[in-house]
Each structure stands twice: as C-alpha cells, then as structure tokens.
C-alpha cells in the first residue's frame, strides 16, 4: 500500500500557502487491508472508496494508472501528488497553471464527470483570486450547464460550495465566473436577471445588480454571514418593472421573500436565512439612519438585535452606500436596552408593547 498526499494539500504547498486540509491518495490496497492499517476509518464515499481518519480523507483511486487519475481529478492545478518520500508527481499541465496562475480542467472530461465541478470551480475562482479561469474552463462549465447537469445536483452539495466561496477572500468571483460561464441557472436564477438589470440611477450606480452585488460582497469578505447578506440584499431589484428602471422603488420590501426563497432553495442555515431577509428589508432604511424617525430607529434596532445581525447589517450599509452608522447604532442600541415598562404597564398584551417602544423612542428623542 502506498499514500500520496493529494489535491489542494500539494497545491497550497508548491504556493508556500497554509495547508487546511490534507486529503490522501491510497494506491495497492484493498478496503480490508487499508481498515486493518486504519482501524479506525470509516467508509464514507458512494461513487468510490473513501475514508475518514481522524478528519482527514482517504480516497481510492478512480482510474488505472497514476497518470489516469491525475487527469480524473478535477482541475490541473489540484491534480498533484507528494509520496512519503517528498517525490512530486504532478498534472502534465499542473505546475505550468500553479506558475501563471490559471484554472484548467484536468481533461476534457472532468467536469462532465462529476458536474458538481463546475461550482467548485467558481469556489476555487474565490479562493484563488491571484488566479485566472482559463477559456478551456469557461467552455467545459458552459458545456455542463447547456446539458442542464446541474438540475441533477442535490442542494447539499451545492451548499458546500456556496459556503466555502462565502469564506474566501473574494466571494464576489464565485457569481462572476458562474455567471461568465452561463452557469447560474438553475441554482442562482435571480442573478440570471440580474446581469440585465441596472443597479440604480447615475451618479450612484454605474453597474449592473450581479455587478454591484459581487462587488459588495468582496468589500464583506472575512464575515460569511455578512457576504450572504450582500448577496441577498438587492434581490428585490430583479421585479423591478422596466418602466420604472433605473430606480428600484420598493425594492427593499420586495426583495424579503425572495431572500427566503433563496436560503430555503440553497439549504442554508437558518442563520444565514433570516439574516438574508433582514439584509433585504433594512439596508435601504438603515443606510438612511440620521434621517429616521425615533421609533422607527427603535423598530430596526431591535429587529436587527434580536436576530443577530445589526454589525452584519451596518457592514453591508457601509459597503452598499458608503455609509457608516454601524458605531451610533450600537450606541442607540445599548441605550435603549435598559428601558423597562413600570409595574402597572406590563402585561397588557400590544399596548405594553407599544408604551415600551414609546419610552424607548423617548430616549433616542432625548439623546
């Protein structure tokens, strides 16, 4: 039995870059002997063998030959080995792409294989951002999306992805090369719309939505949570009527369930659901903060208290408008806390509610 560090592990080494995770290649052996050598591995693949040790993946091979199952992988750069003995064996193409930076499938057939590529290479595409996707990767996504493969997949997998791209260090990347490959469908249809759809007036907007929307979510990168807020908070510009473009009247309003539908469609956690829709509702409205009403201040506050998302929230404002209310709303916020309805106010259903917003408002007026 042989094992050959594998993937993006060698990858990130040939690029003096971190190693996060290390996955193997096990070569000679069958499933009995590799579980006598690794008692404690369990068999997690469906398509071909492979295991987990201790969070770290054994795969079997895929083809024949070394030289085959560097080309079954998926992308040149990844299809790389290191044996126990620091000996490399690498792509024909790979150490060429790893120099000039470039994204290449690995065959011909290595998206058609598994289509699930072709988001992991937009994922790589976020990762990677110092690396460019090549015209032979752009056609061969093309070619899987023209095929409608990607209806195949499960959200599960394609979740996976979405999240690490949310991750990287350039989220935006991840919709630009899906969108460059004509690939958005049918996971991202709302981003389909939104290549024709102007992302508002002169002078405030010179792009279109997906434009707009990729370039907000790399000014968020480093808080996953808020890079999906940025992706989700202008959804609501795609039901725009064409004869009110450029404006987007109601758009924050409009994009809420659209947000939902999204995360529930993608499988995303629920704190990434409710933080999408908080994004569609109040980005418009707190981008606005100086200008808002007492009451209204303490509505969005304490919506955005409850669900987590007010430093998220104020982010994505300044990101989207350039604006920074994020350090006078977390004041508000703290002083508006303490407030307590007297003894005799309490328990009288929505008007309790009510007087507490009042007093609280009363606060922000005074303050």
Same mark, same amino acid.
Request: charged residues 30%; positive net charge; aromatic residues 4%.
């Given at each position: 039995m042989k094992v050959y560090l594998a993937g993006g592990?060698?990858? =990130?080494?040939l690029l003096g870059r971190p190693l996060h995770d290390r996955?193997?290649?096990?070569?000679?052996?069958?499933?009995?002997e590799f579980r006598q050598t690794f008692p404690r591995a369990r068999e997690v693949g469906r398509t071909f063998p492979v295991f987990l040790v201790d969070n770290m993946e054994f795969s079997f091979p895929r083809a024949d030959s070394l030289d085959e199952e560097l080309k079954a992988r998926d992308l040149t750069v990844n299809a790389q080995l290191l044996d126990e003995n620091g000996e490399l064996i690498l792509h024909p193409q790979g150490f060429d792409d790893l120099t000039e930076r470039v994204l290449r499938p690995a065959s011909s057939h290595s998206l058609t294989d598994d289509p699930l590529r072709v988001l992991r290479a937009a994922r790589f595409a976020a990762q990677l951002p110092d690396f460019t996707a090549?015209? #032979?990767?752009? #056609?061969?996504?093309?070619?899987?999306?023209? =095929? /409608?493969?990607?209806?195949?997949l499960s959200a599960d997998r394609v979740v996976s992805e979405l999240r690490k791209a949310l991750e990287s260090p350039r989220p935006g990347n991840f919709l630009r090369l899906l969108a460059?490959?004509?690939?958005?469908? %049918?996971?991202?249809p709302e981003f389909e719309k939104a290549r024709a759809i102007p992302a508002g007036p002169l002078p405030y907007h010179d792009s279109d939505?997906?434009?707009?929307?990729?370039?907000v979510m790399d000014d968020l990168a480093g808080n996953p949570v808020a890079v999906w807020m940025g992706l989700a908070h202008d959804l609501g510009k795609t039901l725009t009527p064409k004869k009110q473009l450029p404006r987007h009247y109601g758009h924050d309003l409009a994009g809420v369930p659209l947000? #939902?539908?999204?995360?529930?469609?993608?499988?995303? %956690?629920? #704190?990434?659901?409710?933080? /999408?829709?908080?994004a569609a509702r109040w980005h418009m409205t707190a981008a606005r903060y100086g200008q808002l009403r007492p009451g209204?201040?303490?509505?969005?506050?304490? =919506?955005?208290?409850?669900?987590?998302t007010l430093s998220p929230l104020f982010k994505l404002v300044l990101a989207d408008h350039g604006e920074d209310h994020g350090d006078r709303a977390r004041k508000e916020l703290a002083a508006i806390l303490p407030v307590r309805l007297a003894p005799e106010d309490r328990n009288q259903g929505a008007q309790s509610g009510e007087k507490l917003?009042?007093?609280?408002?009363?606060?922000?007026?005074n303050g």
């Open positions: 592990a060698v990858r =990130d080494l996955d193997y290649l096990v070569m000679g052996a069958t499933r009995e090549h015209a #032979e990767l752009i #056609e061969a996504m093309r070619e899987v999306g023209r =095929d /409608g493969r990607l209806a195949a460059k490959a004509d690939c958005l469908l %049918p996971w991202f939505v997906l434009t707009h929307t990729c370039r947000a #939902e539908a999204a995360a529930l469609r993608l499988r995303m %956690p629920n #704190e990434y659901k409710n933080a /999408g829709m908080k209204t201040r303490v509505d969005m506050l304490m =919506d955005l208290h409850l669900s987590g917003r009042m007093l609280r408002a009363q606060v922000l007026r």
